[in-house]
């Protein structure tokens, strides 16, 4: 079948389960912001929530924790009026257009998930149902609203697949292009930021070591001690990216460097190659304190009215619901429900 032409829509979305960090902020919220900002198509920007609970979460952690993160998105330059952001379990058509998908899905394809083999480990018998079965609920995320684009790091691109896998199933089986075959965008120099104690790492909020990471609510003190107590090793920094290569932390901190001056990684080393770290630190440390705490502040003082911050995931709600509420019905009209 010809794919039919889809409105321009983008969709991401983040867990709300603690602690936004420069991954975070670099790997996603800043491209999101810049998409926004580009035009030529609709954002729609996500808390996933239900994606967070398939996993224990303490209630009122996570009601806190989705604030802080819609306050980080906010912060970052998500305009709320420019694109629409919502909470997840307020847009109910998430989780039941979720179902008819996990009805599509087949349990080979859920079995090749990588991030449920890694984050089950060795007590796969334990886990939640959802945790194996949320990349269908991801695929709902993005497919109730026809998306078009959605910006991703390298660890998602696995779901991005398995979303158009479900999408193009779908389509086939009741003979319809109704889902678009959504397109991931993995762009940037640090599209996957790594731990400042392991480069072989990702940077997380759920390692033990707060030395490992970059908070978004770190004041400029601490952010600027952690670049400098980055691990790093011995040699200078080479002067091409090609001399990287077996030098993980390195190679992070000039990741860091480039997405934060707005380089590529070629150009970054360009300015920064052959610099001993003890020069090379201290510029990377300014370049994230300039860059990040007036993020931190911002979010800071939105979190001290949390009302403003629940009125506008409403609006986002309401909003949301104008475009997925349709897409539903006819999913529905589709599969054979009576309305």
């Keep these: 079948m010809t794919q039919p032409d889809f409105a321009p829509r983008v969709f991401s979305g983040i867990q709300p389960s603690g602690g936004l960090t420069l991954g975070n902020y670099l790997g996603a919220i800043r491209r999101f912001a810049e998409m926004q900002d580009r035009g030529g198509h609709q954002t729609i920007y996500c808390m996933v929530d239900l994606h967070a609970i398939t996993v224990w979460q303490d209630p009122a952690a996570l009601r806190r924790n989705t604030r802080e993160?819609?306050?980080?998105?906010?912060?970052?330059g998500i305009d709320p009026e420019k694109s629409?952001?919502?909470?997840?379990?307020?847009?109910?058509e998430h989780a039941q257009l979720g179902w008819v998908l996990n009805c599509v899905a087949r349990m080979g394809w859920m079995k090749r998930m990588t991030q449920f083999k890694d984050k089950a480990g060795k007590h796969a018998e334990n886990a939640s149902l959802g945790l194996f079965g949320y990349p269908a609920l991801m695929a709902?995320?993005?497919?109730?609203?026809h998306a078009t684009h959605v910006p991703v790091g390298e660890d998602q691109k696995q779901h991005l697949e398995l979303t158009r896998d479900i999408a193009a199933k779908f389509n086939h089986d009741y003979g319809v292009d109704f889902f678009p075959m959504t397109e991931p965008v993995i762009?940037?120099?640090?599209?996957?930021?790594?731990?400042?104690?392991?480069?072989t790492k990702?940077?997380?909020?759920?390692?033990?070591s707060d030395a490992s990471r970059i908070n978004m609510t770190d004041d400029a003190d601490a952010i600027a001690k952690k670049i400098r107590k980055a691990k790093t090793?011995?040699?200078?920094?080479?002067?091409?990216?090609?001399?990287?290569?077996?030098?993980?932390?390195?190679?992070?901190?000039?990741?860091?460097?480039?997405?934060?001056?707005?380089l590529t990684?070629?150009?970054a080393m360009a300015h920064v190659g052959g610099q001993q770290f003890g020069q090379f630190k201290p510029m990377?440390?300014?370049?994230?304190?300039?860059?990040?705490?007036?993020?931190?502040?911002e979010m800071a003082r939105l979190m001290q009215d949390t009302a403003e911050i629940d009125r506008i995931l409403a609006r986002g709600a309401e909003r949301a619901r104008e475009i997925a509420a349709p897409i539903l019905a006819r999913t529905y009209e589709i599969v054979g429900m009576v309305r």
Excluded: C, H, W
């Excluded at 762009?187 to 480069?199: F, K, N």
């Excluded at 370049?287 to 931190?296: C, D, G, Q, T, Y």
């Design 69 to 76: 993160l819609a306050a980080g998105f906010i912060a970052s």
């Design 84 to 92: 629409i952001l919502i909470n997840q379990s307020q847009v109910p």
């Design 140 to 145: 709902a995320d993005i497919l109730i609203y």
């Design 187 to 199: 762009e940037g120099a640090a599209t996957r930021v790594m731990s400042l104690r392991d480069g």
């Design 202 to 208: 990702k940077m997380s909020k759920s390692d033990p």
């Design 233 to 262: 090793d011995p040699e200078p920094l080479p002067e091409t990216l090609e001399g990287l290569e077996g030098r993980p932390e390195a190679r992070n901190l000039v990741n860091i460097y480039a997405a934060l001056s707005d």
């Design 265 to 267: 990684a070629e150009q």
């Design 284 to 297: 990377l440390a300014d370049l994230a304190v300039e860059k990040l705490s007036p993020i931190s502040s």
